[in-house]
């Protein structure tokens, strides 16, 4: 294994493009561009909700987290992966194992297995924990009802032993509005395959009753994938967040840190647009949504400043430096494919409305091949 020190284990532009001075600027610069870019991304996306062009059941809004999962896959595939191979199969590591064995893709294969089962125990999690505030729901409703039943039988004001005929019909009026509530609170119906298949299963019926509304048993369900999604992505992109703003942090070379500045800031928006639609998606409140939309944006920004601050000792090529970024790298790559595949990708492509929309099914692959293509060519430069 060679020295640390030696020529052959430090990158050509750390020796000839070193600048401590332009390197801080920029690195200040790319803090406050990427803190902004990750805000607005994932704001957007909050703040939509209110606006009718950019809501989340809107075709614009589809379009762009179409766009923002190629960014994301592209992410994953071809910044993150190979980073993380060459950081495994760096000649500053010991041949055995690490050059031995192809460790990246082992470990990213191993974060997409695991992702997984975080994604099916999660889910599950949330069903259970849904259907059992809806059966104390339910049981609520059943104790006003036998509440009101007694009382209504008891009262001979109203129909109870001695209220005659008209206690009868209050005690009627008084079942109906039970009945109402009940009905208002736990009635759900789905619509058969087929011929209606392609309608929009979210619309409201009427039925001449006052706030009778209802959803599908299947809106649910994607209200909760939703819950669980945003978190594990936010996981993913957390996670490797954390170690590209330390490598930026920690460089004093201008000609690695322009490139990255402007590819960060990028995927960033992106990134934030994706996660900001599965949080508006999942219907989180506003406190929550807030929290989880702020860690994101400051995340990256924070790691620029723990490199900046740990510059003077870190060894980016140290075997401890190297094992590590290739670890953290290779499980961010193996989420992050996971997530944009399975849970952004394939869960919008197959859908419902994709499938009875041709249009919008071809904008859609257009738009999640330019965001794949666009992040890809940034590999080019960063």
Not at 121 to 150: L, M, P, R, V
Not at 318 to 340: D, H, Q, T
Request: charged share 15%.
């Amino acid at each position: 294994m060679a020295a640390v020190g030696d020529a052959s284990c430090v990158p050509a532009t750390e020796f000839d493009c070193r600048n401590k001075p332009e390197a801080l600027k920029l690195k200040a610069a790319a803090m406050v561009a990427i803190l902004v870019a990750g805000a607005f991304g994932v704001a957007l996306p909050l703040v939509g909700r209110r606006l009718k062009v950019i809501r989340p059941d809107g075709n614009v809004f589809f379009l762009a987290k179409a766009l923002a999962a190629g960014v994301i896959l592209a992410t994953g595939f071809v910044h993150i992966l190979p980073d993380a191979m060459e950081a495994l199969t760096n000649q500053c590591l010991a041949e055995v194992p690490w050059r031995k064995f192809p460790f990246a893709g082992f470990i990213a294969m191993i974060a997409a297995l695991g992702t997984l089962v975080v994604d099916f125990a999660g889910t599950e999690y949330f069903e259970k924990k849904h259907a059992s505030k809806k059966q104390a729901i339910s049981e609520t409703i059943g104790s006003e009802h036998d509440s009101i039943y007694a009382a209504a039988s008891s009262d001979p004001e109203h129909g109870g032993v001695n209220g005659g005929a008209s206690g009868s019909s209050e005690r009627a009026n008084q079942m109906h509005i039970v009945g109402m509530r009940a009905h208002a609170s736990s009635h759900r119906h789905s619509h058969p395959e087929g011929h209606h298949s392609c309608m929009d299963s979210t619309h409201a019926h009427s039925h001449g009753h006052v706030g009778h509304a209802h959803g599908t048993p299947e809106d649910e369900h994607t209200t909760i994938r939703h819950v669980v999604i945003s978190q594990v992505l936010e996981l993913g992109i957390v996670t490797h967040s954390v170690i590209i703003g330390l490598s930026l942090g920690v460089s004093q070379s201008p000609c690695t840190i322009r490139p990255l500045l402007a590819a960060l800031s990028f995927h960033q928006f992106f990134e934030g647009f994706a996660l900001g639609g599965c949080i508006s998606q999942a219907g989180f409140k506003s406190w929550s949504s807030s929290c989880m939309a702020f860690f994101f944006s400051v995340t990256t920004p924070l790691g620029i400043g723990m490199g900046m601050g740990i510059s003077e000792i870190y060894k980016a090529n140290s075997p401890k430096a190297l094992i590590m970024e290739g670890f953290f790298n290779s499980v961010s790559a193996g989420i992050l494919v996971y997530m944009s595949l399975v849970d952004l990708i394939a869960a919008d492509f197959i859908s419902k409305r994709m499938r009875c929309d041709r249009r919008l099914q071809l904008m859609s692959y257009l738009a999640l091949f330019t965001g794949a293509l666009a992040m890809s060519s940034l590999a080019l430069w960063a």
